[in-house]
């Protein structure tokens, strides 16, 4: 029997789920959370375990070197930068991730982030409980100016399925839908979905969302060079990766008016720090890293990451990233 080991499964299942798929393959120990900063504790949990998942604590190359018995990493996410994929391709072993599970909830909580800035429903409610419709002069109020989406430009950049998600819902809002992404689907463009350049999408869009992976030349994506392309009151959405995003340059936008709003998801240190300059800036809202979050996504993770402990012990690793 394998052993198999969880460093952070709390976040993936926090009790209204089941770890008993993963049990078929072996013994399963799960820890709700592993110290991200402390390598030896991860050394010591991994022990001489031969499966290992992971969300975000890392796995670096000297745990990989101290896990004598490590056979397999698989990811309960989609993203596994915080694994070190060449030092275990050296070592033979495979890394899987989960690709493909929160099409739906993600690009779900990108139309919810640009809705709460066009309207500001939860602002509205919490005033109206606090008594300020009760005692206003007139039968209605608004503290925020509302926002039509229908008509408007909404600019994707990064078009695979979540952002094509999220583009056909914007459609469904009657929206004019831009995209900019490295590979072209001659499908999508047949659906009508206009690719244009980076330059141009900034230029031409109301609304900018972000759907792109972090890499080396989407980091800092949104910055003070690119924000001057942008429409003055344009508006930001990002659920994607919080270092798409130099937060100073958005903060310093939101504040001189430049831009009429943001809505994030991520920030690039997470938990957020309390001096991030979001915090402060005006109509900005923050969501904690929950997009992913929805039971039915969590579901798909947990099932593929069964799928791929499967396909790893028959010999034939699945969503393998290190290949």
């Given amino acids: 029997m394998m052993k198999i080991v969880v460093l952070d499964g709390y976040t993936e299942n926090p009790g209204d789920l089941s770890w008993d798929g993963l049990k078929a393959f072996g013994t399963v120990t799960v820890y709700d959370r592993t110290d991200v900063h402390d390598e030896a504790e991860i050394v010591k949990r991994v022990g001489d375990a031969d499966v290992v998942f992971t969300n975000k604590t890392p796995i670096t190359k000297s745990t990989i070197a101290a896990a004598k018995n490590l ?77 039509e989406l229908a008509g408007k430009t909404m600019g994707i950049i990064g078009f695979g399925r979540i952002g094509h998600r999220t583009g056909e819902i914007a459609k469904a809002l009657h929206m004019h839908v831009i995209v900019n992404d490295s590979f072209k689907n001659p499908a999508f463009e047949k659906e009508g979905f206009e690719y244009v350049d980076r330059d141009y999408l900034l230029k031409n869009s109301d609304i900018v969302v972000l759907h792109c992976p972090l890499f080396p030349d989407t980091k800092d994506l949104i910055c003070k060079k690119n924000i001057a392309l942008m429409k003055d009151g344009a508006l930001l959405v990002n659920n994607s990766r919080g270092q798409l995003v130099s937060e100073q340059d958005l903060a310093d936008a939101l504040n001189s008016g430049k831009l009429g709003g943001a809505a994030v998801d991520v920030v690039s240190t997470e938990p957020i720090k309390g001096d991030n300059p979001l915090l402060k800036a005006k109509n900005c809202i923050i969501t904690p890293h929950m997009s992913w979050g929805a039971k039915e996504a969590r579901q798909r993770i947990m099932d593929t990451s069964v799928e791929n402990v499967k396909a790893f012990v028959e010999g034939k690793p699945v969503n393998v990233v290190n290949k």
């Fill in 71 to 147: 056979k397999f990493i698989a990811l309960l996410a989609t993203g596994y930068n915080v694994v070190d994929v060449v030092a275990a391709k050296e070592k033979g072993i495979p890394v899987s991730n989960v690709p493909s599970y929160g099409t739906d909830s993600v690009s779900q909580f990108a139309i919810a982030l640009l809705l709460e800035l066009c309207h500001h429903i939860g602002h509205h409610s919490q005033a109206v409980h606090e008594g300020k419709w009760e005692h206003n002069i007139d039968w209605c109020f608004w503290d925020y100016p509302l926002m």
